[in-house]
């Protein structure tokens, strides 16, 4: 990334949990994570920033048990709770049910809201970096993310995007697009050595 790595930095962490983090100069500087794993962005199977009056509706007038609740935006919701089909996105991808085109479209558009919130706190943006499952291997979910962006100059090179590139952006793009691959298990492993150390 040259200079821009040290630059405003949006990381889209795209997986069956999924969250995006804001960094300048290399420091996080604000997430899409809140109190807990069902904030920000829709996920597998969480629900993702959600009207809290839906909870009261649940719980009032359609009689569930706080537990019922839970399990439904933990475990029944997201990807799944919208397409009734799977929390799988290559499998929503590869389906003709119009219910999995929905689910594959809202979970971009809502992509795109949550990044588009944290650029206010970066003052602006020079690059996104798609990694995990989703952004590293779903060229036509980054492609529909950017596309939300296009006033933003995320523009991508369709060539290099749908053969998983590792930069993603066309050369007039004012925002720099890359593909990296995240190795969860080497910072839990680091973390771990550096806490029994």
């Known amino acids: 990334m040259g200079p821009r ?11 069956n949990g999924a969250s995006m983090c804001a960094m300048k100069e290399r420091q996080s500087v604000a997430t899409s994570m809140g109190f807990t794993a ?7 199977r969480r629900s993702g920033s959600l009207d809290a009056g839906v909870v009261l509706h649940l719980l009032q007038n359609q009689g569930m048990t706080i537990d019922e609740v839970q399990h439904m935006l933990y475990r029944e919701s997201g990807l799944l709770g919208v397409s009734g089909i799977s929390n ?7 389906s003709t049910d119009p219910n999995a085109r929905e ?9 795109a809201c949550e990044l588009g919130a944290l650029i206010t706190s970066l003052g602006g943006l020079d690059a996104i970096i798609f990694t995990a499952s989703i952004g590293e291997n779903a060229a036509e979910v980054r492609g529909a993310i ?3 962006l296009s006033w933003l100059g995320a523009d991508l090179d369709p060539a290099a995007n749908n053969g998983h590139a590792t930069v ?3 050369a007039h793009s004012t925002v720099a697009v890359l593909v990296l ?3 969860e298990e080497a910072v839990i492993a680091d973390a771990t050595r550096a806490l029994t150390n």
């Open 5 to 15: 790595a040290d630059g405003r930095v949006i990381v889209a962490h795209l997986d």
């Open 146 to 148: 950017c596309a939300h």
């Open 38 to 44: 069902l904030d920000g962005l829709m996920m597998g």
């Open 181 to 183: 691959p995240t190795n």
């Open 168 to 170: 993603v952006s066309a």
């Open 88 to 94: 799988n996105m290559q499998v929503l991808l590869e």
């Open 103 to 111: 689910a594959v479209e809202l979970f971009c558009y809502r992509a």
